[in-house]
């Protein structure tokens, strides 16, 4: 080795680096999600103690049902695939630059980590980054694995998440019944009286969501890992056979599973199957996404989405904020007062909302704003922010 060359400086990743499906994944993801978090933010439902709603007017249960079948735990699912996908390309990005991802990554996921503790104490009590940005420093020890360590370790945590689901209930019975005490203090709460609600009871549910959660994101990580070491989203169109079938067999397999699993009483079967249809029916929707993207009318409906993914952490952040100001009784006090079909309507304009301020903030800015400023403390160097229209 050459020890007078000067060091390669890692920058920030450029616009021509970016993989173009990512960011229409994640896109869509942001919307998947903001469907299922909207009912958390305008009901106690997520909250521990809740008890369902049964008496429903047939359109809210129509919903209801639809979000429970193609929503839930499908994008949360997708979301973290994506996360470990670009552990991977971050990875390799370093590498070709002949530098190590410990020289930056611990730090950016701290920073990942404050800003979910922020996101969690003033907004949103069941926010994900802090469980993504504590997994990161755990990913990070098989950073060196080999792809086929990477699948067995991801069956194992795949099966050790199915077993702490069966200890659900008795976990749940350790935490306070906050769903009561929830309801009052989002329904007539002030601003302060909500971020002590979320400061004081954010940690316990946290510790619920570790006990809960922690195995299935990280099996989810590393597929992604391992997805991105195989640049398996790299070049699309010579991976279209892989997606067609991806596609037509996780589709089918998906949506009976998850009709299958209403009909299921036995807590060892409803949790196997929902795993199970969760992973067939986020990989029929990341492989339709592809297949999609690879038409010439896809790639038009489609770039919208890319730019939402784009500033993913920024739409993510600024979803809790809205639905914040909606539903909590310091703003619109909207809580506990709109039905399923309501909430998913009020997602959909929220999302469609963020697709014009996407587009139109990337038109003019290289990165959102929490992402600029992710990036800033993560190399430790200002990256450019306004786009030059020369």
């Known amino acids: 080795m050459n020890n007078s060359q000067p060091a390669t400086v890692l920058q920030p990743v450029n616009i021509s680096e970016r993989i173009h499906i990512l960011d229409i994944l994640r896109g ?5 999600i903001l469907v299922v978090n909207i009912i958390g933010f305008a009901t106690p439902t997520y909250l521990p103690g809740a008890i369902s709603n049964t008496n429903l007017l047939w359109y809210d249960a129509l ?3 639809a979000v429970l079948y193609l929503a839930d735990g499908k994008f949360f699912t997708i979301f973290s695939f994506l996360f470990g996908l670009g552990f991977a390309v971050q990875i390799a990005r370093a590498e070709g630059k002949g530098r190590s991802i410990m020289s930056f990554y611990p730090r950016r996921l701290l920073v990942l980590l404050i800003i979910g503790v922020l996101h969690a104490v003033l907004f949103w ?3 994900i980054l802090r469980l993504y940005a504590l997994l990161g420093f755990a ?3 098989f950073r060196t694995r080999s792809n086929r360590e990477l699948a067995a370790w991801a069956g194992l945590f795949i099966t050790l998440s199915y077993i702490l689901s069966l200890a659900v209930p008795a976990l749940t019975a350790k935490v306070p019944n906050l769903a009561l005490l929830g309801s009052e203090v989002y329904r007539t709460g002030s601003f302060w009286q909500v971020v002590q609600f979320q400061a004081r009871w954010g940690i316990p549910i946290f510790i619920l969501e570790m006990q809960v959660q922690a195995c299935s994101v990280m099996a ?3 597929l992604g890992l391992l997805a991105g070491r195989l640049k398996v989203f790299e070049n699309l169109p010579q991976q279209r056979v892989l997606f067609q079938s991806a596609f037509w067999l996780s589709l089918p397999l998906g949506l009976s599973l998850n009709l299958l699993h209403h009909q299921l009483e036995a807590p060892w079967q409803t949790s196997l199957v929902f795993i199970v249809a969760a992973l067939n029916l986020s990989t029929a929707y990341i492989s339709g996404l592809c297949l999609l993207s690879l038409t010439p009318h896809g790639t038009r409906w489609l770039t919208p989405l890319s730019q939402v993914g784009r500033m993913a952490l920024t739409n993510y952040v600024l979803q809790s904020v809205i639905c914040s100001l909606l539903f909590n009784g310091y703003g619109l006090g909207w809580y506990e007062k709109v039905g399923s079909a309501g909430l998913l309507g009020i997602a959909i304009g929220i999302y469609l909302a963020q697709v014009w301020f996407s587009h ?3 038109s003019h800015f290289l990165f959102g704003p929490l992402e ?4 800033w403390l993560t190399y430790l160097q200002k990256p450019p922010f306004r786009r030059s229209h020369a």
């Open 28 to 32: 869509f993801a942001v919307f998947g």
């Open 63 to 65: 919903v209801d049902s």
């Open 125 to 127: 009590v069941e926010d």
């Open 139 to 141: 990913l990070l020890a």
């Open 220 to 222: 989810l990580f590393l």
């Open 360 to 362: 139109w903030w990337m």
């Open 372 to 375: 600029w400023i992710w990036r």
